[in-house]
């Protein structure tokens, strides 16, 4: 079988049913409608379907979303590969600036804009690709894991636990990662931790006028700022004792190209010291992602005696969540300024991830994306954590795990606006995961 020309048939009908998906703003976080999210389940059952998994059902859990389930059985005796990506999807809010409709599908500057195009429709419909390479009859045995709670509080890992019969395989393919840049294939090797707390900085009983008592009457948003700014070095390295550091000797990735994919405002330095792919994937980073005290339509001239902030620390891989969130906690109680109260809550404790890369599994999809992009691929690593990959590690101690997608950092933008997806990645990446299943078939 031809497999190049085999998928490039099938990209129109491939992109119409990502345009169909990405029109369905399926976010399941707590507050947002559940019908669209349902349908969204449905519509990629009815998919899943018709490329071939027959059998797939959407499987009862007790709570959220249902994943869907199923498999395709190869020859007997021939490898099991089990397929992962998830339908639902972040936010789209209009506070954050996009260009076009989030919920249309559009095409422009030669990519697919809309939310979910890249993360992780796109990994979805690249599974369906697969499967219709092969017209639904895969030359291996092929396992379908789809998630509908990848986003927000999963309740997948809960799933696994209960069934781990249903994830015993020789090769999971996560396809919900990417490349750093579209035609540049890599494997994603390891994945930072995340742990999480809520820091609150307590300074008064009570709010007090800030003519009468400013000055000696510390705030405690001052206190809470300047608690926050002990986190980091004067060029942004993470001060926290006893976080842990690591060593990266794969891909690189310039500070041109992050200036570019993060859109930086003019002017504005990159934080921390040293290569750019080394603060990403073998230092800790820091970020206070949100923070409670009186709005500014709110304020008036009164001290503030309550402020608190949540903390999001990436840990590397190799470390242990439950130490690198001590350390994180035992440095915000003995930095508190003027003597405030500091109390810490822990709300994550999320693993990091590292793959194994010499077995014949990870040997199988080399070749598959050298042939499919023309180059040999290089390792990268990825800041998101996907929990999810420790269960399913328990459920099948010896299998491999390979994580790559349809995305690429430079310009995918995912979580973000303008989230886009290019179609010649997402056709390279079908090509890449069919080869794969025939080299996994045939041993090669």
Known sequence: ?????????????????????????????????AEPVERMAHETLELVR???????????????????YAEVPGPPGSPVVMLYAHYDVQPAPESQGWTSDPWTATHKNGRIYGRGAADDKGGLVAHLGTMRVFDGQPPCTVRLILEGMEETESNLPAFVE?????????????????????????????LRGDV????????????????????PA?????????????????????????????????????????????????G?????????????????????????????????????????????????????PSKELDALEAHLRSHAPWGAHVEVERTKAAPPFACRTDGPGYAAARRALEEAFGKAPGEAGNGGSIPLLR????????????LWGVSDIAASRIHGSDESVDPAELQRMIVAQSLLLRNIASGE
């Open 1 to 33: 079988m031809d497999i190049p020309n085999k998928v490039a048939a099938l990209m129109p009908s491939l992109v119409a049913d990502l345009e169909r998906l990405v029109a369905i703003p399926s976010v399941a976080f707590p507050g947002y409608p």
């Open 50 to 68: 018709a490329a071939g998994f027959t059998n797939a059902e959407l499987m009862p859990v007790p709570s959220g979303y249902p994943p869907i």
């Open 162 to 190: 209960a069934h781990p019969e249903l994830f015993a395989c020789d090769l999971f393919v996560i396809c919900d990662t990417g490349n750093l840049r579209v035609a540049e294939p890599v494997f994603t090797t390891v």
């Open 196 to 215: 999480a707390c809520v820091v609150t900085v307590g300074t008064l009983q009570h709010p007090l006028h800030s003519g009468v008592f400013g000055g």
């Open 218 to 266: 510390p705030d405690a948003m001052m206190a809470l700022a300047r608690l926050l700014s002990t986190l980091h070095d004067d060029e942004g390295n993470v001060t926290v004792d006893g976080a842990s550091t690591g060593v990266w000797d794969g891909a690189d990735f310039g500070e041109d190209e992050f200036r570019a994919s993060a859109d930086l405002l003019d």
């Open 268 to 320: 504005v330095r990159l934080a921390g010291s040293g290569p750019v792919s080394r603060r990403l994937w073998a230092r800790p980073s820091v970020n206070a992602i949100g923070v409670d005290m009186t709005s500014v339509a709110g304020s008036s001239n009164v001290l503030i005696p309550q402020a608190r902030a949540k903390l999001s620390m990436r840990i590397v891989p190799g470390s242990d």
């Open 391 to 402: 269960y399913l590690q328990n459920a099948a101690p010896e299998a491999e795990f390979l």
